[in-house]
């Protein structure tokens, strides 16, 4: 059994910023400010939408817009920030899970993110019960270096969640 970083690992959905930093890291701030793609509207909206959900947390619809915007203006810590409140006060659905899980496997760089992911998939398979997500976290564990004991574990998991 080789290295579970080596590039020809089967193909799951982990991100290959592991070893090498991106551009893209480098440029963060910038994508935070989304100064390169949000416009005036959208700020304006998203200025609306904060003001809104700081009123009333329980708007389902204007945590899913307010999530949509931050992602198409590219505000990622704010992105994160705001499904961490959004999981708090709904559960979430599995397209929501999908997408959250998918936008923090790319941008892994570090065995912390790794870690944090981990515990994103706990949270998610904990939150919504759904054999792709389920799935998808044996394919990220096994391509982390999960154990076989590790691996038995979570097919447990898998099968008591589901009722088995």
């Not at 999981?87 to 870690?115: G, H, I, N, R, T």
């Not at 982390?144 to 099968?159: C, D, I, K, P, V």
Request: with cysteine.
């Amino acid at each position: 059994m080789g290295d579970p970083m080596e590039e020809d690992q089967p193909a799951p959905p982990r991100p290959s910023k592991l070893d090498s930093k991106s551009s893209e890291s480098d440029s963060e701030s910038d994508d935070d400010l989304g100064t390169e793609t949000a416009s005036r509207e959208d700020l304006e909206r998203l200025m609306s939408i904060e003001s809104s959900l700081k009123q009333d947390v329980r708007q389902y619809d204007q945590h899913v817009e307010y999530l949509s915007l931050l992602k198409q203006c590219k505000l990622r810590e704010r992105l994160r920030e705001a499904r961490e409140a959004f999981s708090e006060e709904f559960p979430l659905s599995e397209s929501l899970w999908k997408e959250w899980l998918a936008d923090e496997l790319s941008q892994v760089e570090s065995e912390d993110d790794l870690e944090r992911v981990a515990q994103l998939y706990e949270q998610a398979v904990g939150d919504y019960l759904s054999t792709s997500i389920w799935l998808d976290y044996f394919k990220f564990s096994e391509a982390s270096g999960a154990s076989a004991e590790r691996m038995s574990e979570l097919f447990e998991q898998a099968l008591q969640a589901g009722g088995a």
